[in-house]
């Protein structure tokens, strides 16, 4: 009942709010995700679709390894996200990426002071036995030899935060000739990661790479992508990109209660995230790890009859020219995403 009311509530908003006018398909999540989502649109003048989507990559951050979706056979994903957030100046593309991550730097703040405190106990006892290491989730400032030993301290994983991604970009050669790319291709497919070159004594291998991109750039600057020789090697398909049906900024409307529903909103997102970080991530049994969720029948059907459609349309092009190499990508995306929300639908009860 409480669920059908909510429900309820949803509709009515979303319908006041002509939230369907953007296009973007807020009824594929949860109930109580829904409200926290329409919530923070109204009260923070988000736009839905960098909010929402923002959420979906904080989700798949903070899952990291600990699940995976089986697509197809012995062909298995984890819920990894590439993503950016495209918009004029202004239209407000940080502040709603921040909202979602917050839990997230809480989360790496905690791990942080337990790492200070493990230091101290290190120091004291003489720096006897294996030093302390930081774990954290979210990377912005990095080399690509730091955020792989990064990632091997926290194998769960680790989420690229960066507020104007271009910048990352525009040095990804600044340390070595197109490695942190090939990384990147490379943990996108799920493949293992190997690197001798870090100053350690021992290589890092990390077998289930799980690393999530999500920043933003503005409208007048994703063209620079296309320069970059980022189509040929294929990491523009990987890359999702979010651009509002409305480039309109929003006016601001004076409450005397935002800021109390902003705060209502957030803690609620953060539970939702709690549960999720809740979920056991066993680096020392790697044999158990990651689980792995299958389609039940019905969803597999679905799921293989929307692809073999595809297939039966690109079959009949002739000339590979034509071919659109984004949509080869697009099973990986829609499993990925179905991982996603079916994660929330557990932590949002």
């Excluded at 791990?111 to 290190?122: D, G, I, T, V």
């Excluded at 774990?135 to 030993?149: A, G, Y």
Aim: glycine content about 6%; hydrophobic content about 40%.
């Amino acid at each position: 009942m409480k669920n059908t009311r909510l429900e309820l509530c949803n509709r009515i908003r979303m319908e006041a709010e002509h939230t369907e006018d953007t296009g973007f398909p807020l009824d594929v999540f949860p109930q109580n995700v829904q409200s926290i989502i329409l919530d923070m649109t109204k009260y923070e003048n988000y736009k839905i679709e960098f909010i929402a989507t923002s959420m979906l990559s904080a989700v798949s951050a903070a899952l990291g390894g600990t699940y995976r979706i089986r697509i197809k056979g012995d062909w298995q994903s984890n819920g990894t996200l590439y993503v950016i957030l495209i918009g004029r100046p202004g239209l407000g593309k940080t502040p709603p990426l921040e909202a979602a991550f917050r839990p997230i730097r809480k989360h790496d703040y905690a791990l942080f002071k337990a790492y200070e405190a493990e230091m101290e106990a290190w120091k004291a006892a003489g720096e006897n036995g294996r030093k302390p290491v930081l774990k954290r989730t979210i990377v912005s400032d990095f080399t690509p030899e730091s955020l792989m030993l990064t990632h091997n301290n926290n194998p769960r994983s680790v989420v690229i935060l960066v507020d104007e991604i271009m910048g990352m970009f525009n040095s990804v050669n600044r340390y070595t000739n197109g490695q942190l790319i090939e990384q990147l291709l490379t943990a996108w497919s799920g493949g293992a990661l190997d690197v001798t070159r870090v100053n350690n004594a021992i290589p890092v291998h990390i077998k289930h790479p799980c690393i999530n991109i999500i920043g933003g750039t503005q409208t007048k600057r994703v063209h620079e992508l296309l320069r970059k020789g980022f189509e040929e090697n294929g990491l523009l398909d990987r890359i999702l990109f979010v651009m509002p049906k409305s480039p309109e900024i929003s006016p601001w409307i004076n409450r005397d209660d935002d800021g109390e529903m902003t705060s209502l909103a957030a803690a609620r997102w953060e539970r939702i995230l709690d549960k999720v970080f809740a979920l056991e991530y066993d680096t020392e049994a790697e044999e158990r790890m990651p689980r792995v969720l299958s389609m039940d029948r019905e969803a597999k059907e679905y799921f293989f009859s929307w692809w073999n459609r595809k297939v039966e349309r690109i079959n009949r092009i002739e000339d590979d020219v034509e071919v659109d190499s984004r949509e080869m990508k697009h099973p990986v995306h829609v499993a990925r995403l179905a991982l996603i929300i079916q994660v929330l639908r557990y932590a949002s009860d």
